[in-house]
């Protein structure tokens, strides 16, 4: 420890090392999906359901494994009763498929049509095309409707794990919390014990206000479909409240999901116009107004760290990734801002300061323009 006190390594020996340590964490994530991705919702989870369960312990005089347990109940009745909806809805839509079935086959038809008479193209080839497409439909409906059956039952697997690792966390708190802090050196244990209140604080208003934020877009939206009269209304509003919630991403494939069941159905170029508006415009508003106001925390993450983190979720976890990745970048933020070696990579996640005074050592080129910055603001 002395050696590496009085002689540092160089910076590219420190690269190399976070590098190396960037892509085994990124490895260790991959293998280790099946049970680390149900662990860290289990772990938001606890945190939004911690006050609940303390006050079952204080006001109710619960035991803490009963206490537990309800909130742990109270979030599973929630979580039924949203599937239901979202299922009753999908129900709807496996019913009507042979009507989706032969709609897109009229439309393809239509559009076909089109493009023999305006660019030339052999139309007995595009009907051709467009008959062995419909075929592979039909005989691939046996395959999909067990992958459905299959992904329903992973899902079902996995929400079991999410909600038995929300009890044994609430359940276990203070002896995860006794851990950590017994990690670190002794005078390290009140930073240790603010990073806990702090990460607490955030992810709980954050994931509050994702559920108020979720809650206001898709009840407008299905408002607003079903006054256009726009079939499984209901099942569209859902859809859009819920990739919402993702940044940049969601709002495009909630949009794409819409036009096509909206076009899906029959109905006219005027009504699916309306929904791309509608789903549009509501973004903005979220974006612009409701999402400052509801979500807006003390952990400012830039737009560019945001984007990342969505694809590299994405691409590691899936969807889940996906929705896992702004709250895991705002836990890693919080440490990072209370521990002295790695508040730069705190700041690089977090907003530029335009407004903080340049260093006194600052050349005199950036000097310069930062006061000028300053003077016009």
């Not at 049970?35 to 609940?52: E, M, Q, R």
């Not at 009907?127 to 046996?142: K, L, Q």
């Not at 400052?292 to 984007?307: D, E, H, R």
């Amino acid at each position: 420890m002395n050696f590496f006190k009085t002689n540092p390594p160089p910076f590219y020996l420190k690269l190399a090392l976070v590098m190396v340590g960037i892509l085994s964490l990124g490895y260790l994530t991959v293998i280790g999906k099946e049970i680390l991705c149900p662990l860290v919702f289990g772990f938001l989870f606890a945190i939004l359901l911690l006050p609940l369960c303390r006050f079952l312990e204080t006001k109710i005089k619960l035991h803490r494994g009963a206490a537990s347990v309800l909130s742990v109940v109270i979030l599973l009745v929630a979580l039924v009763l949203l599937l239901y909806v979202i299922g009753s809805q999908l129900t709807r839509i496996t019913q009507d498929w042979p009507v989706f079935k032969a709609q897109l086959t009229q439309s393809l038809h239509q559009i076909h049509a089109w493009i023999s008479q305006k660019f030339h193209i052999d139309l007995a080839k595009q009907m051709a095309y467009i008959d062995s497409t419909a075929n592979s439909i039909a005989s691939h409906s046996t395959s999909m409707i067990g992958a459905t059956v299959l992904s329903l039952s992973s899902m079902l697997l996995f929400i079991i794990f999410i909600l038995i690792d929300t009890f044994f966390l609430l359940f276990y708190r203070r002896l995860f919390l006794k851990f950590i802090i017994r990690s670190f050196k002794e005078e390290n244990s009140s930073i240790v014990l603010d990073i806990s209140e702090q990460i607490q604080f955030i992810i709980r208003k954050y994931i509050l206000g994702l559920l108020l934020e979720m809650l206001i877009v898709a009840s407008v939206c299905c408002v607003v479909f079903l006054i256009l009269g726009i079939k499984y209304a209901i099942l569209l509003g859902l859809i859009t409240g819920l990739f919402n919630i993702i940044p940049y991403i969601g709002i495009y494939t909630a949009l794409l999901i819409n036009i096509i069941i909206t076009f899906a159905t029959g109905a006219s170029g005027t009504i699916i116009l309306l929904v791309l508006i509608t789903v549009i415009a509501m973004h903005l508003i979220d974006s612009n107004i409701l999402l400052p106001v509801i979500v807006g925390s003390k952990v400012k993450i830039n737009a560019f760290i945001t984007l990342i983190g969505v694809v590299v979720g994405e691409q590691l976890w899936g969807i889940p990734g996906m929705f896992l990745s702004i709250p895991v970048i705002a836990i890693a933020k919080i440490i990072f801002d209370r521990v002295e070696s790695m508040q730069p990579w705190g700041m690089l996640l977090g907003h530029e300061e335009l407004f903080e005074k340049p260093p006194k050592k600052m050349p005199s080129f950036f000097r310069k323009h930062s006061v000028i910055h300053d003077e016009h603001h």
